[in-house]
């Protein structure tokens, strides 16, 4: 099974900035869709950025404008950028794939909490 490890995560004031990392363990080319989910306390997990085939990205409408997910093929690795940083986005966020075989394969998850 595809290993995702993230990094990345911690503490910031509300305003700041973060951003994650995840390294896939082997190419990310033929994946069919890579990206992140978060999850909070007492709530679903919910797909935060995704890059989908043929290289689409999709966000939740509660980041559009504030978070931004790219990539680096030849790092195996997917980003993600986030500003301007709410409360409200405090979570675990999970890095995900959906790899050549169409298997789901999630990362052991990352804490960013958002508070003055």
């Known amino acids: 099974q595809e290993r995702l490890v993230e990094s990345g995560g911690g503490l910031v004031h509300p305003g700041g900035s973060l951003r994650l990392s995840c390294t896939a363990s082997?190419?990310?080319?033929?994946?069919?869709?890579m990206g992140w989910y978060r999850q909070a306390p007492g709530t679903q997990r919910e797909p935060v950025a995704i890059f989908e085939t043929g290289g689409t990205k999709t966000y939740a409408d509660s980041v559009k404008g504030r978070f931004t997910i790219s990539r680096d093929i030849a790092k195996n690795a997917v980003y993600l950028q986030m500003n301007s940083l709410k409360s409200e986005d405090t979570a675990v966020y999970y890095c995900?794939?959906?790899?050549?075989?169409?298997?789901?394969?999630w990362g052991q998850g990352t804490q960013v909490t958002v508070s003055s």
């Open positions: 995900y794939c959906k790899d050549w075989r169409w298997e789901d394969c």
């Open positions: 082997s190419s990310i080319f033929s994946f069919h869709a």
